[in-house]
């Protein structure tokens, strides 16, 4: 079964320093793995894809298929990525599975 | 993203009502979705739609039901609310030429 676990609820670093939101996956096959960002009563928003190894806002993921993670990294954080951070895994033609989230707190 | 919209923003209604959510996108996706979102669930999906007339229950289906006639609509109805449904509702479509889903503003709903 495909599974996406996201292990921390809340994460709180100082501004300008660095953050890592942890994500795990749980699929046999190829998988597509994005990060979507929410901020404050806002709605999702894709924020990166692996396949795509792109950076968006400083934020940088890197998929891991021998540990299964594609954790989301940031070397300096700013206040303004306090929001609400869910994983997401693609396993073909079905809905997205999505982890529980982060939420990350970034403190001035 | 405002291809995707939903109404309305915000609903309060009562237990044992029935209440219908709308969503409506304008890219003629052919997926589309019906999340809940709760405190320590995260993102749980209700049901979706690969093409019109064709639906699927998702992780949470009990108590919700689906229709799409259009392709660019996906009413979510509750039968008889509880509170338990209280929640924040995301819709959100796909292409199937690409997978990213996006999503809607989402409806606020309490049920008292």
């Known amino acids: 079964a495909q599974r996406v676990t996201q292990p921390e609820k809340l994460l709180s670093v100082f501004k300008g320093a660095p953050v890592e939101l942890k994500c795990n996956y749980s699929?046999?096959?190829?998988?597509?793995l994005f990060w979507y960002v929410q901020y404050s009563r806002q709605r999702l928003q894709l924020l990166l894809r692996?396949?795509s190894r792109e950076s968006i806002k400083g934020f940088t993921a890197d998929l891991n298929k021998g540990e299964t993670s594609f954790h989301l990294k940031k070397p300096f954080a700013q206040e303004e990525d306090s929001a609400m951070y869910y994983c997401?895994?693609?396993?073909?033609?079905?809905?997205?599975?999505f982890g529980k989230g982060t939420r990350l707190s970034v403190i001035a | 993203d405002a291809g995707i919209t939903q109404s309305p923003r915000y609903k309060i209604t009562e237990t044992g009502r029935q209440v219908t959510l709308m969503c409506h996108q304008t890219?003629?996706?052919?997926?589309m979705f019906w999340y809940r979102q709760d405190l320590g669930h995260g993102l749980r999906l209700i049901y979706y739609s690969a093409a019109a007339d064709i639906t699927d229950k998702g992780e949470v289906s009990d108590g919700y039901v689906v229709s799409r006639s259009k392709t660019e609509n996906f009413p979510l109805t509750l039968e008889s609310a509880t509170r338990s449904q209280t929640s924040v509702y995301f819709c959100?479509?796909?292409?199937?030429?690409?997978?990213?889903?996006?999503f809607g503003p989402g409806t606020r709903l309490l049920v008292l």
């Open positions: 959100a479509s796909k292409d199937t030429a690409q997978e990213t889903q996006y």
């Open positions: 890219w003629s996706h052919s997926y």
């Open positions: 699929y046999s096959g190829s998988p597509e």
């Open positions: 692996h396949i």
């Open positions: 997401a895994l693609n396993s073909g033609n079905t809905p997205l599975v």
